[in-house]
């Protein structure tokens, strides 16, 4: 079936430093991919998505490229805040099957000290 | 302001004491969906519902109901609580479905049961 694996940490970083958190996605179709994240106290937001390959989501200095020929959706940042500490999601859509929720992956744990 | 919102935040109840958990959007959206967080296992669909009184089940509905009856509301209830349900709990909802559309999730449930 639909599966997400994501990087899970916990990662601790300095500010400033640079992120990648590695996605790769099992899907039959052509998915869309998302980033979500969830702030200290608070529900999912979307962070950024992509709905075909090539694709390229971008938010808050958050970057993802939607890669079909390796199945990833990577998220990115040049320069991360203390604000930045989250807990990141990606997850996908399903094409296929009637299926009507999103796939996640299991979750990281980021912190970023000042 | 557009929300999703759930009642209460923080529950403790005992095995077997029938519960709802509440939960209400102000978007007029169709498709509304509770998730169950838990660590090491990211999010969960419990159920779905496509419209009012259209619901369906998702990947861990034992032990759950839902009802729709109006479009803003999509309450979650545990007719008979066990430990094994002590969890986060999201409630979430969309215009029409999942596809490639954004999700807008609540606050969360934290729920335990003794």
């Known amino acids: 079936g639909d599966s997400v694996t994501q990087m899970e940490g916990p990662v601790t970083l300095s500010e400033e430093a640079c992120l990648t958190i590695?996605?790769?996605?099992?899907?039959?179709?052509?998915?869309?991919l998302f980033w979500y994240v969830q702030y200290p106290g608070e529900g999912l937001q979307l962070l950024l998505k992509a709905t075909k390959a090539d694709d390229k989501g971008s938010n808050k200095g958050f970057e993802a490229t939607y890669r079909k020929e390796t199945t990833s959706f990577h998220l990115e940042k040049g320069s991360v805040q203390v604000s930045d500490s989250a807990v990141y999601f990606c997850?996908?859509?399903?094409?296929?099957?009637?299926?009507?929720?999103?796939?996640f992956g299991k979750g990281m744990k980021l912190t970023v000290n000042p | 302001e557009a929300q999703v919102t759930q009642n209460p935040r923080y529950l403790i109840t005992v095995t077997g004491k029938k519960l709802t958990v509440t939960c209400s959007q102000n978007m007029n959206h169709e498709y509304m969906s509770w998730y169950r967080q838990d660590p090491g296992l990211g999010l969960r669909q419990i159920y779905y519902?496509?419209?009012?009184?259209?619901?369906d089940k998702g990947d861990v509905p034992e032990g759950y109901k839902v009802s729709r009856k109006e479009k803003r509301n999509f309450p979650l209830i545990l007719e008979s609580p066990s430990p094994n349900q002590t969890s986060l709990y999201f409630c979430a909802s969309s215009l029409y479905g999942v596809g490639e559309e954004t999700q807008y999730f609540g606050p969360g449930t934290r729920l335990l049961v003794l």
């Open positions: 590695n996605c790769t996605y099992t899907a039959t179709g052509y998915p869309s």
């Open positions: 997850a996908l859509s399903p094409t296929q099957g009637g299926s009507e929720k999103l796939v």
């Open positions: 519902s496509m419209n009012v009184e259209v619901t």
